[in-house]
């Protein structure tokens, strides 16, 4: 796991809270992405809740939305009984405490995580899976797959490697080993200076695609894309059209796009800050069928007030479908933004069998990142 500060210096945190638009549309839609984020201070009750609340909404003139639970006492606000606006900073903490612990020790049990930060089991377990999208155990599988994947890199001794990871044998990890990350990052240095980048532009049910890859991995794959934007992002490579190896990885990777689900395993060349590399190595995580919200990928790399920076970073992404950044969609159960259409978007999540609704409502936190050399259009 790389360190995610590398977003601490260009997102500003959420200390102040979100306009009272954008709170208020929050607190319509229940949006528990915004817990923890604001409160709701209702005047003509003299409480105050956290935006998922579920009780009854108050009337919008009755509301006063503050930053943190302390500045609503200090008007006088009393927490909600219903919504225990109050905890939500400890479950955080203990959330965060708890995605380290898994991380350090993964063979640790359940039991003795939600000890620790004083849950119950099962609580803690509820706690986790909505925070995060997955089950701890599940959380700690994807952790000592990454930590046989570092150990491999750093030694030949295949069986040492396993071993040092924590697995009883050998069988056991290859079978694991099907679902493993990779990320070799190499053309993205200086443009690419030096490197052979092969392309190729197939047309896929999804219309035309764009492949790229070089030695090492896959670097691009986009929809609707030129060559001319691929030297773009790449000025200095030395670009290839077609080639013998590139066929053979071509063949993977539309097999990957028509059958989704089969992209694991399948190199890839990518690099971005610490930060985008964090939330990437999650959304490889996330099984085809099953989606996450910007708040759970935040949460899962341990920065939970760090929504926007999580959307930002999914935007990033330059291998559409191999990083599944389709898989993350609004809380509300609307689909949210794509950098190639949502029709696409719409239609990869199909295949995979998830329905999304047919909401137009603005993306609070749209896969679109400032135009840079290195991001999507
Ligand atoms: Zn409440």
């Known amino acids: 796991m790389t360190d995610s500060d590398g977003m601490a210096n260009t997102m500003p945190d959420n200390n102040t809270g979100p306009d009272d638009d954008t709170a208020w549309r929050a607190v319509l839609s229940r949006n528990r992405d915004y817990d923890g984020h604001f409160v709701t201070g209702v ?9 998922s609340c579920a009780a009854r909404h108050p009337r919008r003139e009755n509301v006063r939305f503050f930053a943190t639970p302390s500045q609503a006492r200090e008007e006088g606000l009393r927490p909600c009984l219903r919504c225990h606006p109050d905890d939500v900073s400890r479950d955080e903490a203990a959330l965060a405490e708890a995605v380290r612990m898994l991380a350090l020790d993964e063979a640790i049990t359940v039991e003795q995580v939600a000890g620790h930060v004083g849950y119950s089991p099962a609580h803690f377990q509820r706690l986790f899976k909505r925070a995060l999208g997955l089950t701890p155990a599940a959380y700690a599988r994807a ?19 396993i071993y040092d990871a924590g697995y009883g044998s050998a069988s056991r990890f290859y079978e694991a080993s099907e679902a493993r990350l990779g990320m070799t990052p190499s053309a993205w240095k200086h443009g690419g200076r030096g490197v052979a980048i092969h392309w190729a532009v197939v047309p896929t049910s999804m219309g035309a695609m764009l ?18 934007a691929l030297a773009e992002r790449f000025p200095h490579a030395d670009l290839i059209e077609g080639g013998e190896d590139f066929a053979a990885l071509l063949r993977q990777v539309i097999d990957a796009v028509e059958r989704p689900g089969d992209a694991r395993g399948i190199p890839l060349d990518v690099a971005g800050t610490a930060f985008q590399e964090a ?63 949502t029709d696409i978007k719409r239609e990869l999540l199909r295949r995979e069998g998830v329905t999304t609704e047919h909401g137009d409502t603005p993306d609070l936190f749209a896969d679109r990142t400032p135009r840079t050399s290195q991001t999507k259009e």
Request: contains cysteine; charged residues 20%; proline residues 4%.
């Open 211 to 228: 492949v790229a890859a070089t030695g090492k991995g896959v670097c691009r794959l986009s929809f609707d894309e030129s060559v001319e």
């Open 43 to 51: 005047l003509s009750t003299g409480i105050y809740c956290r935006p």
């Open 143 to 161: 952790r000592r797959m990454e930590r046989v994947q570092n150990a491999l890199q750093e030694t030949h001794k295949v069986t040492e490697a």
């Open 279 to 341: 939330i990437w190595r999650e959304l490889q995580r996330i099984p085809a069928g099953e989606t996450r919200s910007y708040a759970q990928l935040a949460t899962a790399v341990g920065k939970p007030k760090a929504m926007r920076a999580a959307g930002s970073a999914n935007g990033a992404n330059c291998v559409a479908v191999l990083i599944p950044c389709h898989r993350v969609v609004r809380t509300d159960g609307t689909i949210g933004g794509y950098a190639y259409g």
